[in-house]
């Protein structure tokens, strides 16, 4: 399994949209792996999570091959995971090249937004289907069993996060949400098995916060408990992903950390395979 990650920031992207504060000024004179997009991310070359407005981006300059997508899982409806408006163009005769019917899973919210910009739900004409999922709710789709769990987000929406499974390997993709919730665990349970990458949601880095996002030292925390409740191992692949500016460490700082206790800091582009 494979998973590659285009976007590697919160909403306000990194550098912000409209910021020119000390840690947005030095990522943009530095660039590299400062510059960060706003969330998504691909399993192997057919599963896609979220669709952020940096969409066409990643597939110009990082490499995203769009035309593979066959199934996208939304975990919410804020606008850094969200704008449906581009899954307009799957159909004639915006796409001459797009082939029967994208699966697209979301929550009521995300559903409401597809239905609110006008998109719709989908049908034969327009090349997607929608699939409203609600937390608790497992699936199958392109052969990944897949698991929807609650996150610990806005009160607004039923945010999700998923575990993901294929051929044996399994992964935890865990962003906007705060620390996992007893109910996560237990359900992360009798899916059964140990998870092989887990992705932990790190907007806050060097501070804690764990009622909404997360900082560093609380992706610490849930790797001791994941690894305590026997649901990950040694060779458990941890990595930490979507941060903000008011997080305090630059690309450098933030590998430096993430060495330390054992993660991978994501960067737009980074590939992970296991
Ligand atoms: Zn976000
Ligand atoms: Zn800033
Ligand atoms: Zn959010």
């Not at 849930?222 to 690309?251: M, P, Y």
């Given at each position: 399994?494979?998973?590659?990650?285009?976007?590697?920031?919160?909403?306000?992207?990194?550098?912000?949209?409209?910021?020119?504060?000390?840690?947005?000024?030095?990522?943009?004179?530095?660039?590299?792996?400062?510059?960060?997009?706003?969330?998504?991310?691909?399993?192997?070359?057919?599963?896609?999570?979220?669709?952020?407005?940096?969409?066409?981006?990643?597939?110009?300059?990082?490499?995203?091959?769009?035309?593979?997508?066959?199934?996208?899982?939304?975990?919410?409806?804020?606008?850094?995971?969200?704008?449906?408006?581009?899954?307009?163009?799957?159909?004639?005769?915006?796409?001459?090249?797009?082939?029967?019917?994208?699966?697209?899973?979301?929550?009521?919210?995300?559903?409401?937004?597809?239905?609110?910009?006008?998109?719709?739900?989908?049908?034969?004409?327009?090349?997607?289907?929608?699939?409203?999922?609600?937390?608790?709710?497992?699936?199958?789709?392109?052969?990944?069993?897949?698991?929807?769990?609650?996150?610990?987000h806005t009160k607004t929406e039923q945010c999700l996060f998923y575990r993901i499974e294929k051929d044996g390997k399994s992964l935890l993709y865990a962003h906007d949400?705060?620390?996992?919730?007893?109910?996560?665990?237990?359900?992360?349970?009798?899916?059964?098995?140990?998870l092989n990458l887990v992705s932990l949601d790190c907007t806050q880095q060097k501070y804690r916060e764990s009622g909404y996002h997360m900082g560093f030292y609380d992706d610490v925390e849930q790797k001791e408990r994941l690894i305590k409740a026997g649901l990950a191992d040694g060779k458990?692949?941890?990595?930490?992903?979507?941060?903000?500016?008011?997080?305090?460490?630059?690309?450098?700082?933030?590998?430096?950390?993430?060495?330390?206790?054992?993660?991978?800091?994501?960067?737009?582009?980074?590939?992970?395979?296991?």
């Amino acid at each position: 399994m494979k998973i590659t990650y285009y976007g590697t920031a919160a909403g306000e992207a990194w550098p912000g949209v409209f910021c020119d504060c000390e840690l947005c000024r030095k990522a943009r004179l530095l660039g590299g792996k400062n510059i960060r997009t706003r969330s998504q991310a691909l399993v192997n070359q057919d599963l896609l999570l979220d669709l952020p407005p940096e969409n066409n981006i990643h597939s110009l300059l990082l490499g995203l091959d769009l035309q593979k997508v066959e199934a996208l899982l939304f975990t919410h409806s804020h606008s850094d995971h969200c704008y449906p408006e581009d899954l307009e163009f799957l159909r004639e005769p915006y796409s001459h090249t797009r082939k029967g019917l994208m699966e697209v899973f979301g929550n009521p919210s995300v559903a409401q937004r597809f239905l609110d910009t006008g998109v719709g739900l989908g049908g034969e004409k327009e090349r997607f289907r929608f699939h409203r999922l609600l937390p608790g709710d497992s699936f199958t789709v392109l052969g990944y069993r897949v698991l929807a769990l609650r996150a610990t987000h806005t009160k607004t929406e039923q945010c999700l996060f998923y575990r993901i499974e294929k051929d044996g390997k399994s992964l935890l993709y865990a962003h906007d949400t705060g620390a996992l919730s007893e109910e996560n665990m237990e359900m992360l349970a009798s899916a059964g098995g140990k998870l092989n990458l887990v992705s932990l949601d790190c907007t806050q880095q060097k501070y804690r916060e764990s009622g909404y996002h997360m900082g560093f030292y609380d992706d610490v925390e849930q790797k001791e408990r994941l690894i305590k409740a026997g649901l990950a191992d040694g060779k458990t692949i941890w990595v930490v992903n979507h941060f903000s500016h008011n997080g305090g460490w630059l690309h450098e700082e933030l590998e430096a950390q993430a060495e330390k206790y054992g993660f991978l800091a994501s960067y737009d582009g980074m590939s992970v395979e296991f």
